[in-house]
C-alpha cells in the first residue's frame, strides 16, 4: 500500500510517500523559515499562504522520486491537529480533495502521535508498552503509551514547551528566529573555559511528579544576559548552562517515568529530540537503567510528511479512514 502524507500545521510544508513494501520512497520538505525570520517568528496567514503556493509541486516531487503516477496511490494521509488553524485548513482541503477526486481514503493524522511514531520509521523493533518524550516547538510531554490508540499522559509542561524555551532564550540574546537550534549548536561549541557559569536551575526536580516548567529557566537565562557583557561569550556561556539545565531535567523526570511504569522502551520525539546533547545524554541513560532508546533520524524529528505517511498508514491498515467530505481540523488535540 501507498500512503501520501501531507504535513501543514506550522512553517514547513512536508510531503512524502510511504510504501508499505519498500518503505519511504520519497520526501519533501519545504521549510518558511526566511518568510518569517524578518517577523522573529511564525506569522500564521503568511503560513498557510505559503503552504498553499507550496503543496502542489511539493506532491509532483514525491511522486517523480517514488517513480509514480497518482493513481498508485492508495490512500492520503494529512495532519488534522495540533497546529495553526489556517495552515492545517489548507492541508487537510488539499488531501481531501485529492482523495476524492482519486476514490481513495482520506486519513485525519494527530500530528504528536505522528511524531512519536516517525521512531519507528527506521527500527520497526519497538513494541508496546513504551514510554514517549515528546519534545517539541508546542508541547513538553511524558506519555505512556499501552498499545494503539491508548496514550497516557504522565506529564507535560505547565508554562513554556522545551523548544518554545530554547527559541525564547536564543531571540533575548539576539539570535534570529528559529533560534533553538543556533543555540544549541553554541551550547556545543563552548569552550572547556567558558562552562564556568553558576549552573542553572533544574526545574522542578526536587519534587514528586513528572511535569515540567521551563518559564522560569528562560527568566534566569535573562538576567544573566542583563548582567553579562551581551557579547559573544556570554552567548555561548548562557546557551551551554541554559542546555545542560534543560537537559538534565528531561533525563532526570525520564528516569523518575521508567522507573514509575518499568516499561524498557523509550522514545523520543518532537524538534528537540534533534539535540545533540540530549540524545547522548538519554543514550547514557538507557544504557544505565538498561532499557532501549528509540529516536527517528534527524531530518524527521523536526516536521515532515514521512511521519504523517507513516501514521496514516498504521491508521489505514486497522480499517480507519475519515467519513464523508468535511474539513475538520483541531488546533488542539491532546494524543490522551
Ligand atoms: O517538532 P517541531 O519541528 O515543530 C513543532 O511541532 O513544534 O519542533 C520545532 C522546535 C523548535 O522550537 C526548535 O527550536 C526546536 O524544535 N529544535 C531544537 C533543535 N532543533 C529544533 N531545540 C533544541 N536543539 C535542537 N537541535
Ligand atoms: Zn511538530
Known sequence: MKVLGIESSCDETGVAIYDSNRGLVAHQLHSQISLHQQYGGVVPELA???HVKYLIPLVIEVLKEAKLNQSDLDAIAYTAGPGLMGALLTGACFAKSLAFSLSIPALAVNHLEAHIMAAQLDDATLEFPYLALLVSGGHTQLIAVHHADKYELLGETLDDAVGEAFDKTAKLMGIEYPGG?????LADECPESLKNLQPFPRPMTDRPGLDFSFSGLKTHALNVWHKSGKDDQARLQIAHAFQQAVVETLVIKCKRALQQTKVKQLVVAGGVGANQCLRQQLSDLAKNVGIKLFYPKMQFCTDNG?????????????GESDEGLSVFVKARWPLS
Open 48 to 50: 498557510s499562504r505559503d
Open 306 to 318: 514521512a511521519m504523517v505517511a507513516f501514521a496514516g498508514w498504521k491508521r489505514l491498515i486497522k
Open 181 to 185: 537550534p543556533m543555540l544549541a549548536k
